[in-house]
């Protein structure tokens, strides 16, 4: 949820939006950009080049990407976040363990934000990579943020974000969202019954302190024939919730 800005700088605007735009477009040359923008070529070329000066985006040929100073960015907020630097080793061993693919997730600006992702020995390879925005409503580890919100906080976020359909198994009524929810809370953790992706299945634990504060959430996701939870034949919510309780104290005591 962006903050409104009583005098927003223009150009800046500008940059980002053309930033943007060669994310989502995977690059792109400077009429295609301007077109999809309705920006004029010279405005958009002028700032292109001051990208492409200070590195953050890169040419080849008449194309345009962008540059590997986001990267260097990317990581140096990463690394000075304690929830990433305490969760790694914890995450790194649910999937030495399960032999799954393991993930940590947080949330920004209504957003489920991959702060980390651990491949066991059978892990399947997803779309998801680091630094991928989603959904909060239709993955296990959104269900389990959203589970734990305040109020206000849940209404906001649904009220901006909507809930867009992905699959056929996707949430996209609001009553029902609040009743998986309520489960949610009841049992400890989530599921992903193919909601964003079919075949997939996950169990999620989301990451509370004593203060009630959300920090995020993790879990361990595979093929639906390998992730069979409710019926007891897995200790994969076990572990899960383990993990995260274990978490929640790294981060309690860490500054004590």
């Known amino acids: 949820m962006?903050?409104?800005?009583?005098?927003?700088?223009?150009?800046?605007?500008?940059?980002?939006?053309?930033?943007?735009?060669?994310?989502n477009q995977d690059g792109g040359r400077v009429t295609a950009l301007a077109n999809s923008l309705n920006m004029s070529k010279s405005v958009v070329h002028n700032h292109l080049a001051t990208l492409e000066k200070h590195g953050y985006v890169a040419k080849d040929g008449n194309e345009y990407r962008l540059g590997l100073k986001f990267l260097d960015l990317g990581g140096y907020i990463r690394h000075h976040m304690e929830l990433y630097q305490i969760s790694k080793p914890e995450i790194d061993a649910m999937a030495e363990q399960t032999g799954e693919l393991a993930n940590l997730l947080t949330e920004?600006?209504?957003?489920?934000?991959y702060l980390y992702r651990a491949k066991g020995e059978q892990a399947v390879d997803l779309d998801t990579y680091v630094g991928r925005r989603t959904n909060l409503h239709y993955t296990a580890q959104g269900k389990a943020i959203l589970a734990h919100l305040p109020a206000n906080r849940l209404e906001d976020?649904?009220?901006e974000k909507g809930l867009p359909k992905a699959t056929e198994n996707t949430i996209?009524?609001?009553k029902a969202l609040d009743e998986t929810l309520a489960e949610i809370r009841d049992r400890g953790y989530a599921y992903h019954e193919e909601e964003r992706l079919e075949g997939l299945r996950s169990v999620a634990a989301p990451i509370v302190t004593d203060d009630g504060t959300v920090h995020g959430s993790i879990s361990v996701s595979g093929p639906a024939s390998r992730m069979q939870d409710e019926g007891g034949?897995?200790?994969i919510p076990k572990l899960v919730c383990s993990t995260s309780n274990?978490?929640?104290?790294?981060?309690?005591y860490a500054n004590v």
């Open 2 to 23: 962006g903050k409104e800005v009583k005098h927003p700088v223009k150009a800046t605007e500008k940059t980002l939006a053309i930033i943007e735009a060669l994310k």
């Open 108 to 113: 920004d600006d209504g957003c489920g934000v």
């Open 157 to 159: 976020i649904i009220e």
């Open 172 to 174: 996209t009524d609001r």
């Open 233 to 235: 034949e897995s200790d």
């Open 246 to 252: 274990a978490i929640e104290l790294n981060l309690k």
